[in-house]
């Protein structure tokens, strides 16, 4: 399975010719794993453990810059028809954390890589570096809202009004196996797991374990990585 799952996304072709590659905006909070994901995803098709995005542990945003990522199986070659966009963290606290106007900007594909966030004021239509005419390609076409599975209990009324904000296409549930013991136990019990019902369709959620801990690639994590990724490609 996992072998035709990794066949598959190699071998993804966008449906508009124009378009040769899939973006997927990675957007949550702070600490929900954005950055680990890509890196676990990044991982399997390089054949062991990396790190590229920097994943944040604490309650305010690694992540200040807008970043495109791709992955290039092996050593060389040609990269994967996707790139994973990794935002700001979103933040409880008005003011704080990824600005919500700024997430229409990213996906009608007006703001450039690298572009520094700021909390207060999303980048305006006059700025410098402002794409004021972006083409199809360079737009999201599929949004992935990354959210911790131990944390959904906890969420402030601030942090749910921001999510309802945002028109979301998949949850991504990270950390899983930490809330549930019997995912504890085996990965493989994951859709087994009264966790991964949080009040959005089923179909829409896809429970997902980061590599953070392990020093070594695991089949069963692999596969649930790659089914996540194959589900947001048939979205888009």
Request: charge should be positive.
């Amino acid at each position: 399975q996992k072998k035709k799952l990794m066949e598959r996304i190699e071998s993804y072709k966008p449906s508009i010719s124009s378009v040769s590659e899939a973006r997927v905006l990675l957007v949550g909070p702070v600490g929900a794993g954005k950055s680990s994901f890509f890196n676990s995803f990044k991982s399997i098709f390089k054949g062991h453990i990396t790190s590229q995005a920097t994943p944040g542990t604490s309650s305010t945003s690694v992540t200040t810059l807008f970043r495109s990522y791709s992955v290039t199986p092996g050593r060389e070659g040609k990269s994967l028809p996707l790139v994973f966009c990794d935002t700001m963290g979103l933040e409880a606290e008005v003011g704080a954390g990824l600005n919500i106007a700024e997430i229409s900007n990213i996906i009608n594909g007006h703001i450039p890589d690298r572009y520094q966030f700021n909390s207060s004021v999303p980048l305006q239509s006059e700025a410098q570096g402002f794409r004021k005419n972006p083409e199809l390609k360079d737009k999201i076409h599929c949004v992935a809202y990354v959210i911790d599975a131990s944390k959904i209990s906890i969420m402030s009324q601030n942090m749910e009004d921001k999510l309802k904000a945002i028109i979301t296409q998949l949850v991504l549930l990270t950390k899983i196996d930490e809330v549930c013991p019997l995912v504890k136990e085996d990965i493989t019990n994951v859709y087994k797991s009264i966790y991964i019902k949080i009040g959005v369709p089923l179909f829409c959620v896809v429970p997902v374990k980061n590599y953070s801990e392990v020093l070594r690639l695991d089949t069963n994590i692999d596969i649930l990585l790659l089914s996540a990724v194959d589900q947001m490609l048939n979205l888009v």
